[in-house]
C-alpha cells in the first residue's frame, strides 16, 4: 500500500514464523523487495545478514553497499539517530575492506534508485 517500511515488518513475521511458517528465505525475499523499494530497515537487516553469513554467504562489500543506502535513506527521512548508527556500520564495514572495493561498493550505492512502486 505504498508504506516501505511494512516490507521489513513482514519479513520479521517471517522470519520469527509469527502466524506464518518460519521461512528465512521467504523473509529475505521480503527484505529484497523492501530494499529495492527504498526501505532502510530492509537494507539495514540485509546488510547485517551479509556481515554475518546468516543464510547467505557472507559479503562485507554487499553489506557495505546495504548500508550505505540505509544511511542515505534515514538522512532522506530526518532520522538521524538511525542514520549515525548506520554511518558507523558503513564505516566499519569500509576498514574491512580494500580501498578499491570499499570504493566501488560506494559509487554503486551513490548510483541506487529505489524501484517504483
Known amino acids: 500500500g505504498g508504506f516501505v517500511v511494512a516490507f521489513s515488518d513482514v519479513a520479521s513475521l517471517y ?6 511458517k518460519a521461512g528465512h528465505a521467504e523473509a529475505r525475499g521480503w527484505l529484497e523487495r523492501g530494499a529495492g523499494r527504498g526501505d532502510p530497515f530492509s537494507h539495514r537487516w540485509l546488510a547485517e545478514l ?9 559479503d562485507i562489500e554487499k553489506a557495505l553497499f546495504h548500508h550505505a543506502i540505509e544511511v542515505r535513506l534515514f538522512e532522506k527521512y530526518g532520522d538521524e539517530q538511525d ?5 558507523a556500520r558503513r564505516g566499519s564495514d569500509a576498514r574491512a575492506l580494500s580501498p578499491e572495493v570499499a ?12 524501484t517504483a512502486q
Open 15 to 20: 522470519w520469527d514464523g509469527i502466524g506464518v
Open 50 to 58: 551479509y556481515e554475518r553469513g546468516d543464510g547467505v554467504p557472507q
Open 83 to 87: 542514520a549515525a548508527v548506520a554511518r
Open 103 to 114: 570504493v566501488r561498493a560506494a559509487y554503486e550505492a551513490m548510483d541506487w534508485r529505489p
